[in-house]
């Protein structure tokens, strides 16, 4: 295999993002699970996937559609209830990494997935909403951000806070009482973003393979920094890409 798509390129550098966490994934439906679906395939097999509707160290063998998915619970170790899992598991600090997906994103790493501005005289554009993401951003360890890179997706303002990532700057988790570090890198189809030590603001860290930084920032609603030398992310192996293609068909 030598050739992947944009979306193929992103997932395979998400699911290589979890490599490094010490166990536990709250996972989000959508790019975040094939994600860590993924990474527990290939850099990270003793991964514990987590979803909201309590299923524990769950094992599909597809992509779920939902989190109510019959396929969580069946592969799953434990199913608890969901106020358990909330109380008891995510609110108490024992996950620890969330992962994401987001409408849309701010430079300070924000979430909105609650409603979209349509523009004059016309309803806000209703999306599907927090369920469990406010939580998960405010409690786990840390959390991954996956979505597309567009000028749609990350925007200078939210049109609606539904999760906060670094509210407006580097102390506002620990002002809002928050546990855990939020968001420590945003992977896209063009390449990864991280939290600047200082600021929190998110600045362009990684390129992918044929990515350039003018698209990069042509892609951002704010103008998007850089660090001082961007890296480019390896290609995907032939592995990652049979692992992937073989969850999509199940």
């Not at 997906?101 to 701010?106: F, L, P």
């Not at 189809?189 to 393979?209: C, F, I, Q, W």
Request: aromatic residues 4%; glycine residues 10%.
């Amino acid at each position: 295999m030598s050739d992947w798509t944009s979306d193929e390129l992103m997932t395979v550098n998400a699911a290589r993002a979890l490599a490094g966490v010490r166990k536990t994934c709250f996972v989000g439906i959508g790019l975040p699970s094939a994600a860590a679906n993924l990474a527990r395939r290939t850099v990270r097999p003793d991964l514990v996937l987590i979803y909201e509707s309590g299923a524990l160290g769950a094992k599909p063998t597809r992509l779920p559609l939902s989190i109510g998915d019959g396929e969580l619970a069946d592969t799953a170790d434990a199913v608890v209830s969901v106020p358990e899992m909330f109380n008891y598991w995510l609110q108490a600090g024992r996950i620890d990494v969330g992962f994401l997906g987001a409408a849309q994103v701010d430079r300070f790493a924000n979430i909105n997935t609650t409603l979209v501005d349509r523009g004059p005289d016309r309803p806000p554009g209703r999306l599907p909403g927090a369920g469990g993401a406010p939580e998960i951003a405010a409690d786990c360890g840390e959390v991954l951000i996956v979505l597309r890179h567009s000028t749609r997706n990350f925007v200078d303002r939210l049109d609606f806070v539904t999760s906060v990532g670094h509210g407006g700057g580097p102390v506002d988790r620990g002002r809002l009482g928050l546990r855990g570090r939020g968001p420590v890198a945003v992977i896209t189809d063009l390449g990864v973003m991280r939290p600047d030590p200082e600021t929190a603001e998110l600045v362009l860290t990684d390129l992918h393979p044929g990515a350039t930084v003018d698209q990069a920032r042509a892609a951002t609603g704010w103008p998007l920094k850089t660090v001082a030398d961007v890296a480019v992310t390896a290609p995907p192996a032939d592995a990652e890409l049979a692992a992937l293609r073989a969850l999509k068909a199940a």
